[in-house]
């Protein structure tokens, strides 16, 4: 009678597929990565209704001490002067890209005025639409504590 | 004497693709970064060369005072009543009246933020949609307020 040889059980963890799963893995980071133009810290307010913003859109940040920053969205955001400097680029930004909205990112503890003035800058530019940048408001969340 | 023949492999080396890999996922990871981009769309009025005037009596002014303080065409309330005690009633005789939100200049941005959502939220909390929601700014009010 023939014996049946002993079966050989491989040692080593098969890895042949690591390569196809990492690839695939850097694919959907590849996808799905977007560069922020503007990367100012501020506390933004939260609300429970949101939109998505369109990926072209300028920016207009604006820290709790009031530093104005702004970016058309094609390079990276520069620091401006007063609000004043804010129309001028909102102007060139709606001379060359008509139609283009606007994203006012600003700190949720920062005084109303110079929101106002941005927004009276953009209005004066002839800016279409305007995104409050916002995060999510959670459930039973306060709003007027959110945020610190 | 026996000769020693060399064997070279048919076969691509791929044992270190997967460390490249790796490292490119990493690399992804540490410089991908979630950003908000969500938030409140507010459509702007294009101005006209003569803006039309709202008569205080035809419209609702939501003032926003230094702290978050609410009022209401002068009445004090509180944020979660707006819709439901007041909006409610009044835009219901007229769909059309615009809603006017006024802050303080010392007001707190995200005050008017939060303000602004709960009129968006009016559908939901009280059947209707608000058409009429402005911000004027204080220029608009200098130059149009009567």
């Keep these: ?148 | 004497m026996k000769l020693k023949k060399d064997t070279i492999s048919d076969e691509i080396p791929t044992s270190s693709m997967a460390d490249i890999a790796f490292l490119l996922i990493i690399y992804f990871m540490v410089t991908t970064t979630f950003a908000a981009t969500r938030g409140l769309d507010f459509s702007l009025p294009q101005e006209e060369e003569t803006q039309p005037l709202v008569e205080k009596e035809e419209s609702i002014l939501i003032e926003i005072r230094p702290g978050g303080a609410i009022y209401v065409d002068d009445n004090p309330m509180e944020l979660e009543d707006i819709l439901e005690d007041y909006i409610k009633e009044k835009l219901e005789a007229n769909p059309t009246k615009p809603v006017i939100i006024r802050p303080d200049p010392n007001a707190e941005y995200g005050h008017m933020v939060d303000v602004f959502d709960e009129l968006r939220q009016a559908e939901e909390k009280i059947g209707f949609e608000i058409r009429n929601v402005s911000i004027p700014t204080q220029r608009e009010i200098d130059m149009f307020w009567y």
Excluded: C, H, W
């Excluded at chain 1, 050989?8 to 890895?15: D, K």
């Excluded at chain 1, 009031?66 to 060139?92: C, H």
């Excluded at chain 1, 606007?102 to 005025?113: C, N, S, W």
């Design chain 1, 1 to 148: 009678m023939k014996l049946k040889s002993r079966s050989v059980q491989n040692s080593g963890i098969p890895t042949a597929s690591m390569a196809d799963i990492a690839f695939l893995l850097i694919i959907f980071f590849m996808v799905t990565i977007s560069f922020e133009v503007d990367k100012t810290q501020v506390t933004l307010p939260t609300t429970k209704i949101r939109f998505e913003i369109p990926k072209e859109a300028a920016y207009v940040s604006i820290t709790e001490s009031g530093k104005i920053r702004v970016s058309s969205g094609e390079e990276i955001s520069v620091v401006v002067g007063s609000a004043d400097d804010v129309l001028s680029f909102a102007a060139s930004v709606v001379g060359t890209y008509p139609g283009r909205p606007f994203v006012l990112k600003a700190d949720r503890g920062v005084p109303y005025e110079y929101v106002d003035r941005v927004i009276d800058s953009l209005k004066q530019s002839k800016a279409e639409v305007i995104y409050l940048l916002s995060q999510q408001e959670t459930v039973g969340e306060d709003p007027a504590e959110a945020g610190g």
